[in-house]
Protein backbone atom coordinates (compact mmCIF):
# COMPACT_ATOMS: atom_id res chain seq x y z
CA UNK A 1 0.00 0.00 0.00
CA UNK A 2 2.34 2.19 0.88
CA UNK A 3 4.50 1.77 -2.68
CA UNK A 4 1.77 2.53 -4.52
CA UNK A 5 0.80 5.55 -2.57
CA UNK A 6 4.20 6.94 -3.15
CA UNK A 7 4.00 6.09 -6.90
CA UNK A 8 0.58 7.66 -7.00
CA UNK A 9 2.66 10.76 -5.31
CA UNK A 10 5.92 10.81 -6.85
CA UNK A 11 3.10 10.80 -10.68
CA UNK A 12 1.58 13.62 -10.06
CA UNK A 13 -2.23 12.46 -8.48
CA UNK A 14 -2.19 16.17 -6.37
CA UNK A 15 -4.38 15.06 -3.46
CA UNK A 16 -3.86 11.13 -2.09
CA UNK A 17 -6.50 9.76 0.26
CA UNK A 18 -5.08 5.80 1.50
CA UNK A 19 -6.65 3.71 4.22
CA UNK A 20 -4.79 1.61 5.84
CA UNK A 21 -5.21 -0.73 8.82
CA UNK A 22 -4.97 1.65 12.11
CA UNK A 23 -1.80 -0.09 13.56
CA UNK A 24 0.23 0.55 10.33
CA UNK A 25 -1.25 4.43 9.91
CA UNK A 26 1.03 6.34 11.98
CA UNK A 27 4.24 4.76 10.56
CA UNK A 28 2.77 5.49 6.91
CA UNK A 29 2.11 8.85 7.85
CA UNK A 30 5.35 9.76 8.63
CA UNK A 31 7.00 7.25 5.84
CA UNK A 32 4.82 9.46 3.31
CA UNK A 33 3.04 12.60 5.02
CA UNK A 34 2.40 13.91 1.36
CA UNK A 35 -0.45 11.38 1.81
CA UNK A 36 -4.12 11.67 4.23
CA UNK A 37 -3.62 8.19 5.88
CA UNK A 38 -6.99 7.38 7.11
CA UNK A 39 -7.17 4.90 10.09
CA UNK A 40 -9.16 1.89 9.65
CA UNK A 41 -10.88 -0.96 11.88
CA UNK A 42 -9.23 -3.83 11.53
CA UNK A 43 -9.96 -7.59 11.37
CA UNK A 44 -8.85 -9.70 14.05
CA UNK A 45 -5.82 -10.88 11.62
CA UNK A 46 -5.26 -7.12 10.87
CA UNK A 47 -7.03 -6.91 7.76
CA UNK A 48 -9.21 -3.65 6.85
CA UNK A 49 -12.91 -4.94 8.50
CA UNK A 50 -16.04 -4.29 7.05
CA UNK A 51 -17.41 -1.70 9.37
CA UNK A 52 -14.76 0.78 7.98
CA UNK A 53 -17.23 0.71 4.92
CA UNK A 54 -18.62 4.15 6.03
CA UNK A 55 -15.33 6.20 6.47
CA UNK A 56 -14.29 4.83 2.74
CA UNK A 57 -18.02 5.67 1.51
CA UNK A 58 -17.58 9.74 2.88
CA UNK A 59 -14.32 10.06 1.00
CA UNK A 60 -15.55 8.90 -2.75
CA UNK A 61 -17.49 11.94 -3.81
CA UNK A 62 -14.31 13.78 -3.64
CA UNK A 63 -12.44 10.81 -5.34
CA UNK A 64 -11.54 10.98 -9.07
CA UNK A 65 -9.96 7.68 -8.85
CA UNK A 66 -9.52 4.75 -6.77
CA UNK A 67 -6.49 2.43 -6.64
CA UNK A 68 -6.86 -1.33 -4.71
CA UNK A 69 -4.89 -4.36 -3.91
CA UNK A 70 -1.61 -3.74 -2.96
CA UNK A 71 -1.33 -4.57 0.65
CA UNK A 72 -4.97 -5.68 0.87
CA UNK A 73 -4.62 -9.41 1.81
CA UNK A 74 -6.91 -12.12 1.19
CA UNK A 75 -9.19 -12.11 4.19
CA UNK A 76 -13.31 -12.43 3.11
CA UNK A 77 -14.45 -9.35 5.06
CA UNK A 78 -11.98 -7.38 3.89
CA UNK A 79 -12.57 -8.51 -0.04
CA UNK A 80 -16.27 -7.93 0.72
CA UNK A 81 -15.36 -4.28 1.82
CA UNK A 82 -14.09 -3.66 -1.48
CA UNK A 83 -16.63 -5.21 -3.27
CA UNK A 84 -18.87 -3.03 -1.25
CA UNK A 85 -17.16 0.11 -2.01
CA UNK A 86 -16.77 -0.74 -6.17
CA UNK A 87 -20.33 -0.47 -5.71
CA UNK A 88 -20.41 2.94 -4.20
CA UNK A 89 -18.13 4.18 -7.00
CA UNK A 90 -18.57 5.45 -10.42
CA UNK A 91 -14.84 6.40 -11.08
CA UNK A 92 -12.44 4.94 -12.47
CA UNK A 93 -11.10 1.78 -10.41
CA UNK A 94 -6.94 -0.04 -10.62
CA UNK A 95 -7.40 -2.96 -9.36
CA UNK A 96 -4.02 -4.99 -8.81
CA UNK A 97 -2.71 -8.15 -6.04
CA UNK A 98 -4.88 -9.30 -3.53
CA UNK A 99 -8.48 -6.94 -5.37
CA UNK A 100 -7.93 -9.57 -8.10
CA UNK A 101 -10.05 -12.26 -7.45
CA UNK A 102 -13.22 -13.32 -9.27
CA UNK A 103 -15.55 -12.80 -6.40
CA UNK A 104 -14.79 -8.75 -6.43
CA UNK A 105 -14.16 -8.50 -10.06
CA UNK A 106 -17.61 -10.21 -11.16
CA UNK A 107 -19.47 -8.02 -8.55
CA UNK A 108 -18.19 -4.56 -9.77
CA UNK A 109 -21.34 -2.82 -11.57
CA UNK A 110 -19.23 -0.69 -13.86
CA UNK A 111 -16.86 -2.95 -15.52
CA UNK A 112 -16.38 -0.26 -18.04
CA UNK A 113 -14.26 1.87 -15.04
CA UNK A 114 -12.12 -1.21 -13.88
CA UNK A 115 -8.19 -1.13 -15.07
CA UNK A 116 -7.07 -4.95 -14.02
CA UNK A 117 -3.82 -5.06 -13.56
CA UNK A 118 -2.54 -9.00 -13.44
CA UNK A 119 0.49 -11.43 -13.70
CA UNK A 120 -0.49 -14.51 -15.79
CA UNK A 121 -1.12 -16.43 -12.49
CA UNK A 122 -3.59 -13.58 -11.79
CA UNK A 123 -5.24 -13.34 -14.60
CA UNK A 124 -5.93 -17.19 -14.95
CA UNK A 125 -7.75 -16.76 -11.60
CA UNK A 126 -9.69 -14.16 -13.09
CA UNK A 127 -10.21 -15.59 -16.65
CA UNK A 128 -10.54 -19.47 -15.70
CA UNK A 129 -7.43 -20.77 -17.55
CA UNK A 130 -4.28 -19.56 -18.85
CA UNK A 131 -5.08 -19.96 -22.46
CA UNK A 132 -7.72 -16.91 -22.59
CA UNK A 133 -6.70 -14.18 -24.65
CA UNK A 134 -5.88 -10.93 -22.55
CA UNK A 135 -8.68 -8.70 -25.20
CA UNK A 136 -11.40 -11.26 -25.34
CA UNK A 137 -11.59 -11.39 -21.43
CA UNK A 138 -11.70 -7.24 -21.52
CA UNK A 139 -14.44 -7.12 -24.23
CA UNK A 140 -16.27 -9.94 -22.75
CA UNK A 141 -15.96 -8.01 -19.09
CA UNK A 142 -16.15 -4.69 -20.63
CA UNK A 143 -12.51 -3.75 -18.40
CA UNK A 144 -9.13 -2.57 -19.61
CA UNK A 145 -6.44 -5.17 -18.54
CA UNK A 146 -2.82 -4.70 -18.01
CA UNK A 147 -0.87 -8.40 -18.16
CA UNK A 148 1.82 -8.11 -17.07
CA UNK A 149 4.57 -9.93 -18.09
CA UNK A 150 8.15 -9.63 -20.65
CA UNK A 151 6.17 -8.08 -23.20
CA UNK A 152 3.05 -6.48 -21.04
CA UNK A 153 -0.18 -6.26 -23.13
CA UNK A 154 -2.64 -3.45 -22.80
CA UNK A 155 -5.87 -4.52 -23.87
CA UNK A 156 -9.08 -3.38 -24.00
CA UNK A 157 -12.49 -4.68 -25.80
CA UNK A 158 -11.10 -3.04 -29.31
CA UNK A 159 -7.65 -2.49 -28.93
CA UNK A 160 -4.52 -3.73 -27.94
CA UNK A 161 -0.85 -2.21 -27.26
CA UNK A 162 2.29 -4.11 -26.48
CA UNK A 163 5.56 -2.30 -24.09
CA UNK A 164 8.19 -3.91 -25.34
CA UNK A 165 11.15 -1.90 -22.73
CA UNK A 166 11.67 -2.77 -19.54
CA UNK A 167 13.62 -5.30 -18.59
CA UNK A 168 14.09 -8.25 -15.70
CA UNK A 169 14.06 -5.43 -13.29
CA UNK A 170 10.23 -4.89 -13.52
CA UNK A 171 9.71 -8.68 -12.39
CA UNK A 172 11.19 -7.69 -8.79
CA UNK A 173 8.26 -7.71 -5.99
CA UNK A 174 6.56 -3.89 -5.55
CA UNK A 175 6.93 -3.32 -9.25
CA UNK A 176 2.91 -4.20 -9.51
CA UNK A 177 2.17 -2.27 -6.36
CA UNK A 178 3.95 0.60 -8.56
CA UNK A 179 2.15 0.29 -11.53
CA UNK A 180 -0.78 0.19 -9.94
CA UNK A 181 -0.29 3.51 -8.11
CA UNK A 182 0.96 5.06 -11.47
CA UNK A 183 -2.52 4.35 -13.15
CA UNK A 184 -4.30 5.46 -10.91
CA UNK A 185 -2.69 8.95 -11.03
CA UNK A 186 -2.96 9.14 -14.22
CA UNK A 187 -6.82 8.26 -14.15
CA UNK A 188 -7.34 10.31 -11.58
CA UNK A 189 -6.11 13.80 -13.59
CA UNK A 190 -9.37 12.55 -16.22
CA UNK A 191 -6.85 14.06 -18.74
CA UNK A 192 -7.12 10.58 -21.03
CA UNK A 193 -9.26 7.48 -21.28
CA UNK A 194 -8.68 4.43 -19.63
CA UNK A 195 -7.33 2.63 -21.87
CA UNK A 196 -4.42 5.12 -22.99
CA UNK A 197 -3.74 5.79 -18.71
CA UNK A 198 -3.11 2.21 -18.86
CA UNK A 199 -0.95 2.44 -21.70
CA UNK A 200 1.57 5.19 -20.36
Given at each position: ???????A??????????????????A?A??L????W?PM?????????????????????????L????????????????????????????L??????????????????L?????????????????????????????????????????????????????P??????????L????????????????????L
Amino acid sequence: ALMAAQAAVRSGVGLLTAFVPESLQPAFAAALPEAMWVPMPETPEGGLALEGRGLVVEKLSRATALAAGPGLGIERETHVLLAEVLKEFSGPAILDADALHPEIVNEAPKPDRLVLTPHAGEFARLAGGSDVCPQAYSGARGCVTVLKAPFTRICSGDRTAVNVAGGPVLARGGSGDLLAGIIGSLAARGERELFESAAL
